[in-house]
């Protein structure tokens, strides 16, 4: 059996975000940690998400700054869902291990 602490999770990430709440508006798919998503998404909010593959975290800013949200596989159609107060995401990165 592994040992625990080394266990990864998923090798593929894959994630979609949205422009509007319930999977709607603009869409696009990331499976890259993004540390300023104003550099492949033009808007400075998700409103939600799809988690397809492994474990994401949103981060408040960029740079991978200010609150952050553990997101685990699943659908979240709001951003209430994954915790957030607001919908502002600055930067998202995958989790490589647990």
Same mark, same amino acid.
Do not use: C
């Given at each position: 059996?592994?040992?625990?602490?080394?266990?990864?999770?998923?090798? +593929?990430? #894959?994630? !979609?975000?949205f422009e509007r709440p319930d999977f709607t508006g603009q869409?696009?798919? =990331?499976? @890259?940690?993004?540390?300023?998503?104003?550099? +492949?998404? #033009?808007? !400075?909010?998700?409103?939600?998400?799809?988690?397809?593959?492994?474990?994401?975290? =949103?981060? @408040?800013?960029?740079?991978?700054?200010?609150?952050?949200?553990?997101?685990?596989?699943?659908?979240?159609?709001?951003?209430?869902?994954?915790?957030?107060?607001?919908?502002?995401?600055g930067s998202i990165r995958r989790v490589l291990d647990i």
């Open positions: 059996m592994k040992d625990p602490n080394t266990w990864a999770t998923s090798t +593929r990430h #894959r994630i !979609r975000i869409m696009t798919e =990331f499976s @890259e940690d993004m540390p300023n998503l104003m550099d +492949r998404w #033009r808007f !400075r909010d998700i409103h939600s998400a799809h988690v397809h593959d492994g474990i994401w975290v =949103f981060y @408040e800013h960029p740079n991978y700054r200010g609150r952050q949200y553990l997101l685990e596989k699943g659908e979240y159609r709001r951003h209430a869902e994954w915790g957030a107060l607001n919908s502002s995401v």
